[in-house]
């Protein structure tokens, strides 16, 4: 017999279906609000593996110009080989918590490495970016303590800074002078937080670190790096966007990293000194309430940060494919922004000519996304090309040919 009686018989089905008709009808308005207005976000399938040559779900091959898997590790034969040897060491699930049995050897041993690769003492894993990202900002402020975070953030950080109870406000892209003066109206406690991208995720630019660590020091608050999009794109040995500014890291006593885009897997850590890490090891709430990373996924992580460090040519050709972008496509004429890394946004204005273009390229045979509101502000609708160390020579040709063929009522 079931516990629970029917609804019929308490009287709270017709009330109950109405409220879902209700809520039904909300939902399907929304949704047609956004086809209207050419924003509706739509799933593309792709078969096989992460790699250039592409074939999605319409049956078609197309060149792939949306992937975060900025050096191609995402499908490295050492880095498939290494999680296949540990499914069968480790089988697949870690099966719990990290706190509770889920931490197994290669936990330790990916975040000992990723320690050592970014120069901090100790390093702890997240299951996502987003996880991290707001595991730490809860863990690192009080309620009412201020939160200072570039207008531009990644959602997942100011997620982060929303469900922490901290007092978020943010501050105008990159601008230390907007910066300060908010430290100064706010005053600071010893737990104001002060967070940035690394590299801006949808147009490709750096934070001023620099700028944002003497502020931090003057008026003693804490700065957050979340460097997605700079490990392993940026600095001499790929170690990121500290690197690549010489900062150290009593500088930056935390940054965020993801495995999930250059390291080509998924997951992502927090690196810091030894007493932020044991203290988020107990309060980071994401970390402690969640099931560990699977252990094969720590081990093709390994293997792909030691394919990382000694393929030093895969940073370096990565390098070359964004400079002459860079100057290509300013020769074409379109608006490009200036970036130094694998991110590249050209401008086109309105949502549906960003739509419309990137319907285009597809047709062209490459694949590249339209980026709209809300992800961008608006107007500011864009392609967003992303490169690869694995795009060859014929891959940069054919995206270049197609971008030099865009009629022009596409160019913005
Ligand atoms: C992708 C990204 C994240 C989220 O990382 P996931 O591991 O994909 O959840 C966080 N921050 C930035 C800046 C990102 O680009």
Redesign the pocket.
Known sequence: MSLVEPASQTGQESQGSRASQRLKAELQQKLQYRAEQNLLRQVLQRCGPCQPDSLFGDGQKRVNFCS?DYLGLASHPDVIRAMQVAAEQYGVGSGASHLVTGHCRVHDELAEALADFCGRQKAMLFS????A?VGVINALTNPGAPIFQDALN?A??LDGGWLSRGDSRRFAHRDTKDLEAMLIRHHCDSRALIIT?GVF?MDGDLAPLPEQVALADKYQATLIV?D??GIGCLGDTGAGTLSHFGLSASDVPVL?G????SLGT???FVAGDEVLIDYLTQFARTHIYTTAMPPPLAAATIAALACLRSETWRQQRLQSLVMRFQQDVANLGLNILPSQTPVQAIVLGEADRAVKASEYLREQGVQVSAIRPPTVPADSARLRVTFSAAHTDEHYERLLDALASLPDDLRG
């Not at 996502?128 to 996880?131: I, L």
């Not at 993801?258 to 885009?261: A, F, I, P, R």
């Open positions: 975060n996502t970016g987003y996880m990202n990644h997942s950080l991208d995720s979340d997605a999009h965020v993801t495995l999930g885009k998924a997951g992502a």
